[in-house]
C-alpha cells in the first residue's frame, strides 16, 4: 500500500510531461549517472522510451536482467535509469550524481533511503544533484536537515517540519539499565 494517492498524483502529473522531460535531459546534462525514481511502472516505462539507451527496473525486471541493467549503469554504457520502487534500499552506488524524485512520498524513511542512494563518497565525485518534481523535499526537507532532537522523548525532524499534520514523525524513548545498556521502549 502506498503512503500517497498514487492514481491521483499519476493524473496530476501527467500535464507536466514536457516538464518532466527538460528535468531529466538537465539531470543528464550535470550528471554522468541518474537514478530517476517514478510513481509507477507505465510512468517509467513511457519516459524510458523518451531517452535512447537509458534502462528501466521494475518488479517485473527479471533478476538477471536486473543485474545486468545494474551492472552497465555502474559502468556508465547506460546513463539514465526509470525505477520503479527496486532501487531504493540496498541499492549501493557511491558513484551515483543524479537522483530525480517524481515518486512522492510522506514517509521520511522512504524519502531518505531515495536520497540516500546519492549522498555516498566516492572518488572524484562532487556532489549528488536531486531534482525534485514530487515535492517531496518541499515537504519533509532537504535529507541534510534530517535529525534525531532529543526531548522528552527522542524525535525525527527536519528543517521543514518537526510534526507531520500536527503528529510527531517519529519518536522513541530509550533508558538504560545499571550495566549502562540501552532498553528501546
Known amino acids: 500500500m502506498s503512503d500517497f ?3 491521483g498524483f499519476e493524473r496530476v502529473i501527467s500535464t507536466k510531461w514536457d516538464k518532466i522531460l527538460e528535468a531529466i535531459y538537465f539531470a543528464q546534462e550535470i550528471s554522468k549517472h541518474v537514478l530517476v525514481f517514478c510513481s ?30 545494474i551492472l552497465a549503469f555502474r559502468e556508465g554504457r547506460v ?8 532501487l531504493t534500499t540496498g541499492f549501493d552506488f557511491p558513484e551515483l550524481d543524479g537522483i530525480v524524485l517524481i515518486r512522492p512520498t510522506k514517509s521520511i524513511g522512504l524519502y531518505y533511503q531515495m536520497a540516500g542512494r546519492g549522498v555516498r563518497k566516492a572518488e572524484g565525485k562532487r556532489s549528488c544533484k536531486i531534482i525534485d518534481l514530487s515535492g517531496t523535499v ?5 535529507i541534510e536537515t534530517i535529525k534525531m532532537v532529543k526531548r522528552e522523548m527522542w524525535e525525527l525532524e527536519s528543517e521543514t517540519c518537526s510534526n507531520w499534520h500536527n503528529r510527531l514523525l517519529y519518536s522513541y524513548k530509550c533508558e538504560t539499565n545499571k550495566t549502562n545498556k540501552g532498553i528501546l521502549l
Not at 524510458?48 to 533478476?63: L, N, R, Y
Not at 546513463?79 to 527496486?86: D, E, I, R, S
Open 5 to 7: 494517492s498514487m492514481p
Open 79 to 86: 546513463q539514465t535509469v526509470f525505477n520503479v520502487g527496486v
Open 138 to 142: 518541499k515537504k519533509l526537507g532537504r
Open 40 to 69: 509507477s511502472i507505465e510512468q517509467a516505462t513511457a519516459l524510458q522510451q523518451e531517452f535512447d539507451g537509458s534502462a528501466i527496473v521494475t518488479s517485473e525486471t527479471g533478476k538477471k536482467a536486473r543485474e545486468g541493467l
